[in-house]
């Protein structure tokens, strides 16, 4: 039905936004994250890292100090805990070994409960005190190396290295002895600074651990209607070079539930395949075969139909209408309502090729007579339609433009004698013209939303059809920032 055919157009303008065990030649969609990209990235977990990380409690922490007159000091901070921590500055690189973050100038507030005893010949029974203390931390700096590879189709992220480091840190006391403040700086300060650190780095490891699993458990199928699904199996470790990161996955659509086919292809992405816009932060590379395999999708689910059963100028569909084309017709079933059953005969033929894909589509278009209750088959013709397919993107939608190239008919069968194919030839022309790629092209110019990940999406996007690859060059941004007007 129409829908299907709907479907299988989505999936033809919407298979490079998608974005995992086989060798790199079965890899048909690359994705190229910049290091404006990665930036963005970093942004986010540093972000993410700055509230899950707190609240983070320290161990109790004791310790005797020896104070001039008064003597041993029992002292013991408890309830330790980082309530903040914010970041100022932070970078990110990439390299042989993998990807580099480095924190500077980050801050910590801390809370705790102080206590302290002690007991002196000066006074003949145990003194003690006790408050709350608020701590700033400042000059906290976080140092990551971090591991990406790829492991039974998904991505395996480790952590290499792990250093952390604080420069600086001033204590506020509330109640109790003033004159103790002093000694409580000198004598907790490093130990403060050393928990600080082992916390901030065991919260850190946890963390790395959580992600890895998150990536590992990723599916490696991921369904895109009700009738196909996209292979989103990584075929290689990711490659790192000191501008980007680039992941390759096999990228082919295969029907739901359905294991998906080895089919090896090498074709590298040349350089000059490159984004128009400076800058953008990621870049998706489709090859070919992408569309090709959701093409062959459809045509084996058998989805690729569409029944003609009204149009603008109704009489079209009324054996009235075709009594000059086709007399026979008319005279076996005058005044009879038609339709016309149009369905691909083989998989179509799809090529990219410069700003365009072009498809070849060979169609058999059943001339049906309504008759009360009953369809009557009465003629079969065997059509090739030559299109273009113009990709485009507008805001956070994809969109698109097809545009008839040519069209040949030939009679297959027919129960109504011989037909002269040049009318009918051009009265389908017509047909094709007028009816069905107006609305076909009102629907794609409407603009199918890309699906949005965890509140983002693409934004200022380019698209780039070049000889059989299709690329896409984008920023990242909150669908919120998006401007829809």
């Known amino acids: 039905?129409?829908?299907?055919?709907?479907?299988?157009?989505?999936?033809?303008?919407?298979?490079?936004?998608?974005?995992?065990?086989?060798?790199?030649?079965?890899?048909?969609?690359?994705?190229?994250?910049?290091?404006?990209?990665?930036?963005?990235?970093?942004?986010?977990?540093?972000?993410?890292?700055?509230?899950?990380?707190?609240?983070?409690?320290?161990p109790k922490i004791e310790k005797s100090v020896k104070i001039p007159v008064v003597g041993s000091v029992q002292m013991v901070l408890s309830n330790i805990v980082i309530e903040r921590i914010h970041v100022t500055s932070s970078t990110v690189k990439t390299g042989d070994s993998g990807i580099v973050i480095d924190v500077s100038g980050a801050t910590a507030n801390l809370t705790m409960k102080w206590?302290?005893?002690?007991?002196?010949?000066?006074?003949?029974?145990?003194?003690?005190?006790?408050?709350?203390?608020?701590?700033?931390?400042?000059?906290?700096?976080?140092?990551?190396?971090?591991?990406?590879?790829?492991?039974?189709?998904?991505?395996?992220?480790?952590?290499?290295?792990?250093?952390?480091?604080?420069?600086?840190?001033?204590?506020?006391?509330?109640?109790?002895?003033?004159?103790?403040?002093?000694?409580?700086?000198?004598?907790?300060?490093?130990?403060?600074?050393?928990?600080?650190?082992?916390?901030?780095?065991?919260?850190?490891?946890?963390?790395?651990i959580k992600l890895d699993s998150v990536l590992q458990s990723l599916p490696k199928e991921v369904p895109v209607t009700n009738i196909a699904e996209l292979n989103v199996t990584f075929v290689d470790d990711p490659e790192f070079s000191e501008s980007s990161l680039d992941l390759e996955v096999n990228g082919l659509f295969t029907a739901k539930h359905e294991a998906a086919l080895s089919r090896h292809y090498h074709r590298l992405l040349q350089a000059s395949f490159s984004c128009k816009e400076a800058d953008k932060m990621v870049k998706f590379s489709l090859q070919e075969n992408v569309i090709k395999s959701a093409s062959s999708v459809y045509f084996e689910a058998n989805k690729m139909h569409w029944i003609v059963d009204k149009v603008p100028d109704q009489s079209l569909l009324n054996t009235a209408g075709w009594r000059f084309i086709i007399p026979q017709l008319y005279k076996m079933y005058p005044n009879h309502d038609m339709n016309l059953n149009l369905s691909v005969s083989s998989p179509p033929i799809l090529n990219v090729e410069k700003q365009q894909i072009k498809a070849k589509i060979p169609l058999d278009v059943v001339i049906d007579v309504l008759d009360v209750e009953e369809v009557i088959p009465v003629a079969c013709i065997s059509t090739v339609i030559s299109a273009s397919v113009s990709p485009g993107i507008k805001g956070n939608a994809l969109t698109g433009y097809v545009k008839l190239n040519d069209i040949s008919m030939s009679?297959?069968?027919?129960?109504?004698?011989?037909?002269?194919?040049?009318?009918?030839?051009?009265?389908?022309?017509?047909?094709?013209?007028?009816?069905?790629?107006?609305?076909?092209?009102?629907?794609?110019?409407?603009?199918?939303q890309i699906p949005v990940f965890h509140g983002y999406g693409l934004q200022d996007a380019h698209i780039l059809c070049t000889e059989s690859w299709i690329v896409i060059c984008s920023d990242v941004a909150p669908v919120k920032q998006f401007n829809l007007v």
């Not at 060798?23 to 290091?35: F, K, V």
């Not at 009265?427 to 794609?444: A, D, E, F, G, Q």
């Open 1 to 58: 039905m129409a829908s299907s055919i709907f479907h299988f157009l989505i999936l033809l303008l919407f298979a490079f936004s998608c974005d995992r065990v086989q060798s790199r030649e079965e890899g048909h969609i690359t994705a190229e994250i910049s290091n404006e990209g990665l930036d963005f990235l970093k942004d986010l977990l540093i972000e993410k890292a700055e509230s899950s990380l707190v609240p983070l409690e320290l």
């Open 115 to 208: 206590k302290y005893s002690y007991s002196t010949w000066l006074v003949p029974i145990a003194v003690s005190d006790k408050g709350n203390a608020t701590v700033q931390v400042e000059g906290l700096e976080v140092g990551l190396s971090l591991s990406l590879k790829m492991l039974n189709g998904s991505l395996k992220l480790s952590l290499l290295e792990c250093e952390c480091n604080v420069n600086d840190i001033s204590i506020k006391l509330d109640g109790g002895a003033s004159w103790l403040y002093q000694g409580l700086i000198d004598a907790f300060e490093g130990k403060i600074g050393s928990a600080v650190e082992n916390a901030v780095s065991k919260k850190i490891k946890e963390a790395i």
């Open 411 to 448: 009679l297959k069968w027919s129960k109504i004698g011989d037909l002269h194919m040049n009318l009918v030839q051009m009265l389908m022309s017509t047909t094709l013209r007028t009816v069905v790629l107006p609305y076909v092209n009102l629907k794609l110019s409407e603009g199918f």
